[in-house]
């Protein structure tokens, strides 16, 4: 008998040993969405994409797929925080989803209107929102508490919030402006949901941080057919210490750069479909681009890993999913996914 013991301990063991080299039992797989990244398409109707890292595997529709049921008309965004998305959409709703799995876990109805983005910090999300698009003062951020999925309280801002960064005890929310233009970056101190504001070039929107913790803030400028008339773009950074104005670089009249996507020191944005570099102690903006790409209508911008990943928008069909490849300029990968094609987000 103790030799029968010994001998299953031993096998035991050894297959135990066995799951890996350096003897640790390996994780369990998180779920299905793990090792890729998803690509929201705005619709109609709104939809999830999946690409797998190694490219290999895609899927459309995942939301439907797990839960049977759609995301409505319109979706704006996704946040990631912990295990969880937080899919944003205009009608006022916030679906949560486990972000490997997309199984449905809950909704957020109440004390939202025309949500658009989400940030994190601690136990509590910021959402922006711009109540009626069609008032200039009604706009506001939501304060969502993470634990019970309700808002517990707004924070009245200027006009067209947009995009929103959480860092340390601050959180940077854009000021495109809604169906209007707007010059100002809010900056919310979470300690006591003060407001202080930074002012910028007009429609300001995208917002990195760079490699010194810096805010870089990509804005539109104005427009001729917009309420400012033509107004200059620019890249302005900003100390987040002490919220001042570090350096603004102008663009030349009449171009609008709409994306910017940050990656090991270098911030990427595009321009009548060029792709330049700004590195960061750059003072003035590149002279060259790096590559073109081809595309209608690029609505989306990521930077990861080497590559470039590019939605060209259709809004009428599906969108396409471009990947570049940095260092030489080239189309490496394409992908249909969905209608109105727009963000792209890493898990």
């Known amino acids: 008998m103790k030799k029968l013991l010994y001998s299953v301990l031993g096998l035991s063991l050894l297959f135990s040993c066995s799951n890996d080299d350096d003897g640790t039992i390996p994780q369990e797989p998180l779920g299905d969405y793990e090792n890729g990244f998803i690509i929201s398409a705005e619709g109609g109707p709104s939809s999830v994409s999946y690409i797998s890292n190694d490219f290999s595997t895609s899927e459309n529709d995942i ?12 979706l704006q965004s996704i946040g990631f925080n912990g ?3 937080y899919i944003i959409q205009d009608s006022g709703t916030i679906t949560v989803v486990n972000r490997y799995t997309f199984e449905l876990i809950t909704t957020i109805t109440t004390g939202l209107t025309t949500p658009r983005y989400i940030g994190f910090n601690g136990s509590n999300a910021y959402v922006s929102d711009w109540a009626d698009p069609f008032t200039t003062t009604d706009d506001y951020i939501a304060v969502v508490d993470l634990n019970s999925y309700t808002v517990t309280s707004t924070i009245p801002v200027s006009e067209g919030p947009e995009q929103v960064l959480a860092n340390n005890d601050k959180v940077f929310v854009s000021h495109k402006g809604g169906y209007g233009a707007n010059n100002e970056v809010s900056v919310i101190t979470t300690s006591n949901s003060t407001v202080a504001t930074i002012s910028v070039n007009d429609v300001p929107d995208e917002m990195v941080l760079d490699s010194q913790g810096n805010l870089l803030v990509l804005s539109e400028g104005g427009q001729s057919w917009q309420a400012t008339g033509e107004t200059l773009a620019s890249l302005t950074r900003i100390n987040t210490n002490d919220n001042s104005v570090i350096s603004t670089i102008e663009f030349a009249t009449g171009n609008h750069p709409s994306l910017m996507s940050y990656s090991n020191g270098m911030a990427y944005y595009i321009l009548n479909n060029e792709v330049y570099g700004l590195a960061d102690a750059a003072t003035n903006l590149p ?3 790096l590559f073109s790409v081809e595309a209608g209508y690029a609505y989306g911008m990521f930077v990861k890993d080497g590559n470039l990943f590019l939605t ?3 809004f009428s069909a599906q969108s396409t999913l471009k990947v570049y490849d940095i260092s030489s300029g080239t189309l490496s990968e394409s992908f249909s996914v969905g209608v109105g094609a727009s963000k792209i987000y890493f898990n």
């Open 312 to 314: 060209d928008a259709s």
């Open 83 to 85: 295990d969880k998305a």
């Open 63 to 74: 939301y439907f797929n797990v839960n049977g049921e759609t995301l409505g008309v319109y």
């Open 287 to 289: 002279s060259s681009s």
